[in-house]
């Protein structure tokens, strides 16, 4: 979910889309630059058995332990943002039995992802510092896929606007990570469907 593209929506009603089509979790976004708000998520994680991702600009031990709190069970971390200092909070996630989904958007990100414990890889296909306005598309992840670490599980985020760009993502990625393009459809129920029917095909 994506707090400023609710609009009037009920966000609880949403929630309620997402479960009836079988999506595999729940991504929100916490940060104030997006419109988040912490109260919100702690809301959806209580409202849901599907687990639900963090999405924020995460930079401090206390960042961690109140995502914890809040009742997520996955954590975004930006290898941008945290550089050298990925790995260590790597490991902070998971003492705080959080799953910590490390982002990337260059081939530099990755050496920091790869250097970590963590056992998911998200390529944002667009730049995060760029509050993700640079409309990068699926071809990021087709040219970084290749550096990642075999071992990790790979998630394709952002930037997934259609079907045929699900399935580009698909055929190289182990999951794909869709908001914009649901938070911007006038039928949230109709592309899910069509999105999570998609990536089965």
Excluded: W
């Amino acid at each position: 979910m994506h707090g400023d593209m609710l609009g009037k929506r009920d966000p609880m009603d949403v929630l309620g889309i997402y479960e009836s089509c079988d999506v595999a979790g729940i991504s929100y976004i916490t940060a104030g630059e997006f419109n988040g708000d912490a109260s919100l998520l702690r809301k959806i994680c209580s409202s849901t058995d599907l687990p639900v991702l963090r999405k924020d600009f995460i930079m401090t031990a206390s960042d961690v332990e109140e995502t914890s709190s809040l009742g997520a069970r996955g954590i975004l971390l930006i290898a941008r943002m945290l550089k050298g200092r990925t790995p260590e909070f790597v490991e902070l996630a998971l003492e705080h039995g959080l799953e910590p989904l490390v982002e990337v958007h260059s081939y530099d990100d990755i050496q920091y992802a790869n250097a970590s414990g963590t056992k998911m890889v998200a390529i944002n296909n667009r730049d995060i510092t760029m509050f993700e306005k640079d409309r990068g598309n699926v071809e990021v992840t087709e040219r970084l896929h290749h550096f990642i670490d075999k071992k990790k599980m790979l998630v394709s985020a952002s930037g997934i606007e259609t079907l045929n760009d699900l399935k580009r993502a698909m055929s190289i990625s182990d999951a794909a990570l869709v908001g914009t393009a649901f938070m911007q459809a006038v039928d949230i129920e109709g592309i899910v469907r069509s999105f999570v029917g998609g990536q089965r095909c």
